[in-house]
């Protein structure tokens, strides 16, 4: 496996995996599986389509019924918690297909997701979020606050999707596929999120295939293939590594 030399010190992990495996029926997807995101960083997860980027999220967040492993979130073992219990310690999950309520409008979806104040284990606040808030991190919500859900774009529902998680006040957001499938203006607009986010200590664990974006707001990146890492180190020596890049990430 290819190395990096970027490590995160112990006492600012705030998300380890180890040892995950993980099944889609009878089909072995994950296999020991290791990664640790810590405080205000960001970190990619990298591969080709159906390498288990999006297995390794959803197993994460207790939304696959067979896996094995250990995942440890703010000092708490969530590996057998439910999706909502995982969800009320703070870890935020952001899907692929964003899973915006068609029939409420912009403002009733961000109730949806709001959630108590949170507090680092220092007693610091973790950042907490309003509407207003979030409009102003993203000006298309708020030129929109009273459409419905099901009139959006596929760009605008993404947007949708990131804010109403952030009503929860997440100390690590998991963001499954942000730059897919939408325009670039609203690519650059999830790039200054997630940078904004990191700025005030909020740690995000992406899945990604596009590396110019991942290099962008990324500090380290695992390289997936077949369920299992081939690399783990810095975005900057992921991207001067070719060997890396064309094996597991080239098209």
């Known amino acids: ?39 205000g960083e960001v970190v990619a997860l990298m591969g080709r389509n159906g390498a288990g980027k999006s297995t390794t999220l959803k197993s994460i967040m207790g939304l696959l019924s067979r896996k094995q492993g250990q995942v440890m979130f703010m000092g708490q073992d969530i590996s057998r918690s439910q999706p909502y219990q995982i969800a009320r310690l703070g870890l935020g999950y952001v899907p692929e297909d964003r899973r915006v309520f068609s029939d409420l409008t912009v403002t009733e979806n961000l109730e949806t997701g709001r959630q108590a104040e949170r507090f680092w284990p220092d007693g610091s606040p973790v950042p907490s979020w309003t509407p207003q808030d979030l409009y102003a991190l993203f000006p298309n919500l708020g030129a929109m606050q009273n459409r419905l859900g099901g009139q959006m774009s596929g760009g605008e529902q993404q947007m949708l999707s990131v804010a109403r998680t952030l009503m929860g006040n997440p100390s690590v957001v998991l963001l499954d596929e942000p730059s897919e499938g939408v325009a670039p203006i609203i690519v650059e607009q999830m790039g200054h999120m997630i940078l904004a986010l990191k700025q005030q200590g909020v740690s995000i664990l992406l899945s990604e295939q596009n590396i110019h974006f991942a290099a962008w707001v990324s500090d380290r990146a695992y390289v997936l293939e077949k369920g299992q890492i081939r690399y783990s180190g810095s975005m900057d020596d992921l991207l001067a590594n070719q060997e890396i890049r064309r094996d597991y990430l080239a098209l």
């Open 1 to 39: 496996m290819g190395q990096g030399r970027h490590s995160v010190n112990k006492a600012d992990v705030l998300l380890q995996v180890q040892g995950l495996n993980a099944w889609y029926g009878s089909a072995h997807i994950l296999f020991n599986l290791g990664l640790q995101v810590g405080r």
